[in-house]
């Protein structure tokens, strides 16, 4: 069965550079979310979206944003990049049940991000 | 805003033998999901099992199961005759199921747990 997919799955980016982390959901999956996780912590959510508008936000800092596209796939476009943001990004996806949230999220195998 | 709490950082248990996980919630919503999932050393993150909060019956997936107290808010995770495979970090997350009320996973802390041969 397909899986999330995210691209890439390493990334070395200097501070103050610009990265820009790809997900391509399960298909027919309407709803994103991204997750930072860092050293020996929990996923932390970030956004999420669903059928293209954003549907949830967390600790996303002003530095980030994202988005959804016409074919659902997503993208988490990080600007100034700080030491701090060294973590594994994760995409998950899932597909809304109608008059309840969604089930189940899927997740990809995360893009490891780190910054020198 | 809920709360998701491992009091466990740490679990072992023998391989073949019986572990429990715990977990606590903290939340004001009546309808929501609970679920387990694990994070090998791959990092990837796979999902162990799923609870309905409406639903009085605990989940069971072959050799993983829960035990679901929504008055007290506990939610463990029990793994039968543990195998090597079952060594990694376990999450326990909550999500809503109240259509206003966002859609994320919260996550606990995670319980690292180690099988022994």
């Known amino acids: ?116 | 805003a809920q709360t998701v709490t491992q009091s466990q950082p740490e679990m072992s248990v023998q391989e073949a033998e019986t572990v429990t996980l715990s977990c606590t919630y903290d939340t004001s919503e009546s309808d929501y999901y609970l679920f387990w999932y694990k994070q090998p050393p791959s990092r990837q993150m796979i999902l162990v099992i799923r609870q309905e909060a409406y639903k009085q019956q605990n989940a069971t997936e072959n050799r993983f199961s829960v035990n679901f107290q929504k008055a007290a808010k506990s939610f463990s995770l029990k793994i039968s005759d543990s195998q090597l495979g079952d060594a990694a970090m376990y999450f326990c997350a909550y999500r809503s199921a109240e259509e206003t009320s966002g859609s994320r996973l919260t996550f606990g802390e995670g319980t690292q747990l180690t099988v022994n041969p």
């Open chain 1, 1 to 116: 069965a397909a899986g999330v997919i995210q691209s890439p799955r390493h990334l070395i980016k200097e501070k103050r550079e610009t990265a820009t982390l790809k997900c391509y959901p399960i298909p027919r999956h309407d709803t994103v979310y991204w997750y930072q996780q860092g050293p020996g912590q929990d996923p932390q959510f970030l956004i999420s979206f669903y059928e293209k508008m954003q549907s949830d936000k967390g600790s996303i800092p002003d530095r980030f944003s994202a988005q959804q596209f016409s074919d659902y796939h997503s993208e988490l476009n990080m600007s100034s990049l700080e030491l701090g943001d060294s973590a594994l990004y994760f995409c998950a996806s899932s597909l809304v049940v109608y008059a309840r949230a969604n089930t189940e999220a899927f997740f990809g195998q995360g893009t490891r991000l780190t910054v020198v």
